[in-house]
């Protein structure tokens, strides 16, 4: 028997036979449960409307399941009408008022089609589970209906009165709505989000807002993920490059709107440094228009500059300090000929595209100026002061890691370093080599240090630097190149320059052999397992698959970001795992105005149906119910007396 002490503390949570024993009836019922739906997405990169759209719709699965149902009964303009419907309630419920169409008898049928659709989605839960997710306001009722017998003629009529009084007292909308809102949060039963949800797109800050809604998420950290964290420990250079990509792609509104970072002090140390410099280079991409707030695009350009030197010059100091990082091949500033205008790069000397730098002394080019140091401070000051920033940090950690092994599936966002022969990559962290999982715990341990330790703590500051590493250095596992070329190309016309060469990870995994290496190491079995990961569009339209290694590893980047949907053909994917098959859902460039629900493919059909037993949650549950059974045990023994 368990230590008695461990027993008496369960016994206050069941403090009889009855309530323990109710208890494993529960909890063995539950294992005998299909599995529920668990959805992966990738490199959402701040398209918000698009997530949004893919969250609210189920990545389409919501449509399947009104075509399931009423395919044959009604047409399909209003199959279409009630998936609308069901993404939007309260858009669609307002237009439909302002059409007329919002009658009581639109009312009376809509609310028994969302009922229909409620229950095929709900029928693998618990009715316990079901009702945790019903809006308060209306959970009786919609439990009611949900279980509403329709042979008995009693029932009927019962069933009839509810919803005419639901009519009759002109809460039809609100109950409607909360209808839709609980079929979207039954779909998706669990998420898991494999990295970067900042940068590129226009307000990262409100898919993570979604994020924090949802009731069971959690998230592989990417490189900007980790760069967008570094910046919130006040790490400069991570400051530097979360401002200089916004900035980049015209995201002021995620900075200023969302996260209320006071950029006013670059924006007039620009204007002042940069006076007469079109800064032609700089000039940001127009992906989306800011709404709230807009800057020109000739000041914008100028403020691109500025942060941008102001990031080779910090990034500079780090690899000073860090000689262990082995990146001083990266200290291009000091590599510039500022007479003649030339860089050397790999022994080579090409000519820089753009000689202006008023801020770089020649004889000391990462030397911040005065005027530098005033305003990185300032900029500094803005991100650790930024509560809304803090409040998504906290749940990046608290929801996040490097990694996880879940049911089956190793995520990660970019790739476990490797080298060509397949042997993984070592890196050397505080004077040991380490590779494989060791190399993933340490830097999950380094990661939550940058945030975590005080201020004073000495391993603060190391840990810190060590978040901007993680960005670009060539052994970071979320990175996954040999290096950054950002200078490159800002400064450099030679293509070739701008080439960043993948880690041998990206072809190695392509094989069965190498997966099932990768999966051994993270104690993984290798038959029905997979790794799933993203950071590295596949490229439809050049014939690439998310597939590889035959089906061991699925890459889910696709492309949801604007910035990759030419390169991509598509607009990225969701992996769909439930309890009979695995599907891919590809996603359709998102237009508000037109229909765009996701293609699913089924890409692996499960030879037994997935039961919660056969799942981590059933091991845990199982776990629970041998305690519980202990418990039985020492409250019929007398060892622990029952407090009921």
């Known amino acids: 028997m368990r230590d008695l002490a461990y027993l008496k503390l369960l016994s206050r949570q069941y403090p009889s036979v009855k309530a323990a024993s109710s208890e494993i009836i529960n909890l063995t019922a539950i294992c005998g449960l299909p599995k529920g739906t668990e959805y992966f997405f990738s490199d959402l990169h701040g398209e918000y409307e698009a997530f949004i759209n893919l969250l609210r719709s189920a990545s389409g699965i919501i449509r399947e399941k009104i075509k399931e149902t009423f395919g044959h009964i009604i047409p399909e303009n209003e199959q279409i009408e009630l998936a609308h419907l069901i993404y939007y309630p309260d858009r669609n419920l307002a237009r439909l008022t302002r059409e007329g169409r919002n009658t009581e008898e639109w009312q009376r049928v809509t609310i028994y089609r969302l ?141 200023e709107d969302g996260y209320g970072i006071n950029l006013r002090p670059l924006s007039m140390f620009a204007a002042k440094v940069y006076k007469d410099d079109p800064c032609t280079r700089f000039v940001p991409k127009i992906l989306d228009e800011n709404i709230y707030d807009a800057v020109d695009p000739g000041l914008a350009a100028k403020m691109h500059k500025a942060i941008a030197i102001l990031q080779f010059k ?35 000397e090409h000519a820089l595209l753009d000689t202006a730098f008023p801020t770089v002394d020649p004889g000391d080019p990462l030397k911040l100026t005065q005027e530098e140091e005033e305003l990185l401070h300032a900029l500094v000051l803005s991100f650790k002061h930024s509560d809304l920033l803090h409040k998504h940090i906290r749940f990046l950690y608290s929801n996040g890691e490097l990694y996880k092994c879940y049911n089956g599936n190793l995520m990660y966002h970019g790739c476990i370093p490797m080298r060509e022969d397949g042997s993984f990559e070592e890196l050397l962290c505080e004077g040991r080599p380490l590779a494989g999982k060791a190399l993933m715990d340490y830097i999950s341990e380094q990661i939550r240090k940058a945030y975590c330790l005080d201020e004073h703590d000495p391993a603060k500051a190391d840990a810190r630097d060590f978040m901007w590493y993680l960005w670009c250095g060539a052994k970071s596992p979320v990175f996954g190149k040999d290096k950054m070329t950002t200078f490159e190309h800002y400064f450099i016309a030679d293509k070739s320059t701008h080439k960043e060469h993948l880690n041998p990870y990206y072809q190695l995994s392509q094989k069965v052999e190498h997966c099932d290496r990768i999966l051994k190491e993270f104690g993984l079995p290798v038959k029905g397992s997979h790794i799933i990961n993203g950071h590295v569009p596949v490229k439809i339209k050049d014939g690439e698959t998310p597939i590889k290694a035959n089906g061991k590893l699925y890459i889910i980047d696709g492309g949801l970001s604007k910035a990759y949907q030419k390169q991509t053909g598509i607009a990225g994917y969701t992996l769909i795992s439930n309890s009979h098959h695995l599907a891919l859902a590809e996603h359709k460039p998102f237009d508000p105005e037109q229909e765009s629900t996701p293609r699913v493919t089924i890409v692996e059909k499960m030879k037994n149906r997935i039961m919660v037993a056969d799942t981590d949650k059933g091991v845990e549950l199982k776990a629970c119910i041998a305690d519980l059974k202990e418990l039985v045990a020492a409250y019929r023994s007398g060892d622990i007396k029952e407090m009921e």
């Open 115 to 255: 009922v229909q659709i409620c229950k095929v989605v709900s029928s693998k839960y618990t009715r316990s589970k079901v009702r945790k997710k019903m809006p308060s306001e209306f959970a009786y009722v919609i439990d009611e209906l949900l279980h509403v017998d329709y042979n008995d003629e009693n029932k009927r009529v019962y069933y009839g009165e509810i919803i005419y009084s639901i009519i009759d007292t002109k809460t039809a909308d609100k109950f409607i709505a909360a209808l839709c809102e609980l079929i979207q949060n039954l779909t998706i039963d669990s998420l898991h989000i494999i990295g970067d949800i900042f940068d590129r797109g226009p307000r990262a800050d409100i898919i993570m807002n979604e994020l924090m809604r949802c009731h069971d998420v959690d998230i592989q950290w990417g490189n900007h993920d980790i760069s967008w964290m570094g910046a919130a420990t006040g790490n400069p250079a991570c400051v530097c490059n979360v401002l200089r990509i916004a900035i980049s792609y015209n995201s002021f509104d995620v900075l």
């Open 314 to 348: 910090v990034e500079g100091q780090i690899i000073k300090r860090h000689p262990d990082y082995q990146m001083n091949d990266r200290l291009l500033l000091e590599a510039v000929d500022f007479a003649k205008g030339t860089v050397k790069i790999g022994g080579k």
